[in-house]
């Protein structure tokens, strides 16, 4: 089984920044690709970012590319969202999944996740 536990959220004013983490335990870190998914009140779960398992590949949603940047430690078991210039359409509940495929790991059917942390933006 792999856990994930997201860590980092909170209140900040837009055109601010805020790092999320994302600790992984369970089996090998690197066999996973990971993604970040965020959940607005009212709305889908929507894709972010994902990272391939040795980061060599990365991809965003087109909301935020340029602003945000997905990495991982593979040292460290950990995932990365480092979101900058932060708006008040970011407000929301932020997910990192794992799962063996990167096509999957883009999607809503990753096979496992964490319990989400929440990132308010102010105006």
């Known amino acids: 089984q792999v856990q994930l536990v997201e860590s980092g959220g909170g209140l900040v004013q837009a055109g601010g920044s805020l790092r999320l983490s994302c600790a992984h335990s369970?089996?090998?870190?690197?066999?996973?690709?990971m993604a970040w998914f965020r959940q607005a009140p009212g709305k889908e779960r929507e894709f972010v970012a994902a990272?391939?398992?040795?980061?060599?590949?990365?991809y965003y949603a087109d909301s935020v590319k340029g602003r945000f940047t997905i990495s991982r430690d593979n040292a460290k078991n950990t995932m990365y969202l480092q979101m900058n210039s932060l708006k008040p359409e970011d407000t929301a509940v932020y997910y990192c999944a794992a799962d063996l495929s990167l096509v999957t790991a883009s999607t809503t059917a990753c096979d496992y996740w964490g319990q989400g942390t929440q990132v308010t933006v102010s105006s």
């Open positions: 369970g089996r090998t870190f690197s066999r996973y690709n």
């Open positions: 990272i391939s398992r040795f980061g060599g590949s990365t």
